[in-house]
């Protein structure tokens, strides 16, 4: 899948070291409900069942890499995937040193033209912190609407906050 700057690809085992540096970035858990750190080997079990079809797995992550130079700058993950309802959840990073290029907006254009067109789906939804203000605009810019407010939802270091519901009907 490609547009403007950007294309989609699936995961290649020539990602683990990539995967293994974003996944264990303790500055994203917060983000990702991540509170532990994965191995190599739990990543390269995830990079071989990614290869299976998203019905069978309930998932879907694809590397966000810059058309040109096939740098890898971030990923887009559908998740909680549901075929009989038609829906799942989104996700996306982007590198710290390649954000506020325009990668986040045009990855997540084509994925959700992707999740709507081929995979049949009706509806996709965020979960955003109410302070990740990037994402929110992101998100709604994309044509999400927030639906949904979730009161004291994620714990963090600075105690518990918010987390937007974000949601797009096809």
């Given at each position: 899948?490609?547009?403007?700057?950007?294309?989609?690809?699936?995961?290649?085992?020539?990602d683990i070291?990539?995967?293994?540096?974003?996944?264990?970035?303790?500055e994203i858990w917060e983000v990702s409900n991540t509170l532990t750190p994965f191995s190599r080997h739990q990543l390269k079990t995830y990079i071989e069942q990614a290869q299976l079809d998203v019905f069978q797995t309930?998932?879907?992550?694809?590397?966000?890499?810059?058309e040109t130079s096939h740098t890898a700058v971030g990923m887009i993950d559908l998740f909680d995937f549901d075929a009989f309802h038609q829906r799942g959840g989104l996700g996306i990073i982007i590198h710290?040193?390649?954000?506020?290029k325009g990668y986040a907006r045009q990855a997540l254009e084509l994925f959700t033209t992707y999740?709507?067109?081929?995979?049949?789906?009706r509806q996709l939804y965020a979960n955003i912190s109410i302070n990740n203000?990037?994402?929110?605009?992101?998100?709604?810019q994309a044509g999400f609407e927030r639906?949904?407010?979730k009161k004291q939802w994620r714990k963090t270091k600075d105690g518990f906050i918010d987390?937007?519901?974000?949601?797009?009907?096809?």
């Open positions: 899948m490609q547009q403007e700057e950007i294309l989609l690809r699936a995961l290649e085992p020539e070291d990539l995967l293994y540096q974003w996944e264990n970035n303790m309930k998932q879907l992550r694809l590397i966000i890499e810059l710290r040193n390649y954000r506020q999740c709507f067109n081929n995979l049949a789906l203000t990037a994402s929110l605009a992101l998100f709604e639906v949904g407010i987390e937007c519901l974000y949601q797009r009907l096809r």
